[in-house]
């Protein structure tokens, strides 16, 4: 049990255009979701905390005109990243987690982004 | 802050022999420490956290608040062990994580 999905896997796209990526939790209600991005070799970093039917909060340095977060239902978080550009190329990691807090996070297989 | 580091990007030891990652972490409040394990072509999944105490795949970890460590040690590492390693720490109420470096293990035959 406990799976998450991404989609697509992977995705390239032009310079200017917006790319959504979708995480879902398909055997479990997620009342959280989070976003991740991860820099080849690096660690992941955390962009934002997504909450089912309210608005994404997010980190510090992220951009929320830039990446576009929707949490619609308990089992679908969309990330939509707007006017891409070559620097926002990059692994995207979801995760989702039962209940409110201290519970683990399971996690998405990434989404690897491509912006030419 | 909260901070996580994973000194160590790369640990190549032989089958059989003793495995240790480091982690130290830098928070304030009071720390839920995890491990992560990423195998090759997989996704992140949960090792083990501190509070459960248990032990997983011969992998255990004990949080030493003195030195604000979490340290992941195996008696004897198998090749099927290689795959990078994530320490973490859940903050906010249990409600994020930060992540450390990662760590690189090789287990050679």
């Known amino acids: 049990g406990a799976v998450v999905s991404q989609h697509p896997s992977r995705v390239i796209c032009k310079s200017g255009t917006s790319v959504k990526i979708e995480c879902r939790s398909l055997?479990?209600?997620?009342?959280?979701m989070f976003w991740y991005r991860q820099f080849p070799k690096k660690s992941l970093m955390l962009m934002a905390t997504?909450?089912?039917?309210?608005?994404?909060?997010?980190e510090q340095g992220v951009e929320k005109d830039k990446f576009l977060i929707n949490h619609a239902s308990l089992t679908l978080s969309t990330l939509t990243v707007t006017s891409a550009h070559p620097e926002d190329s990059s692994f995207y990691i979801c995760?989702?987690?039962?209940?409110?807090?201290?519970?683990?996070?399971?996690f998405g297989p990434g989404t690897r982004l491509l912006v030419l | 802050a909260q901070r996580v580091t994973q000194p160590e990007k790369l640990l190549s030891v032989f089958k059989g022999a003793p495995v240790e990652l480091k982690c130290n972490y830098s928070y304030s409040g009071s720390p839920e420490l995890f491990w992560y394990v990423q195998y090759s072509r997989q996704r992140l999944q949960l090792l083990l956290r501190h509070i459960s105490r248990e032990s997983i795949k011969g992998f255990t970890a004990d949080l030493n608040k003195g030195e604000t460590s979490f340290h992941l040690k195996k008696p004897f590492a198998q090749e099927e062990d290689s795959a990078m390693y994530y320490c973490?720490?859940?903050?906010?109420?249990?409600?994020?994580?930060?992540f450390g470096g990662g760590t690189r293990v090789l287990v050679k035959p």
């Open positions: 973490a720490l859940s903050w906010a109420a249990g409600n994020k994580l930060t």
């Open positions: 055997d479990f209600q997620a009342t959280t």
């Open positions: 997504s909450n089912e039917g309210s608005k994404a909060t997010y």
């Open positions: 995760s989702a987690r039962h209940g409110t807090g201290g519970e683990t996070q399971y």
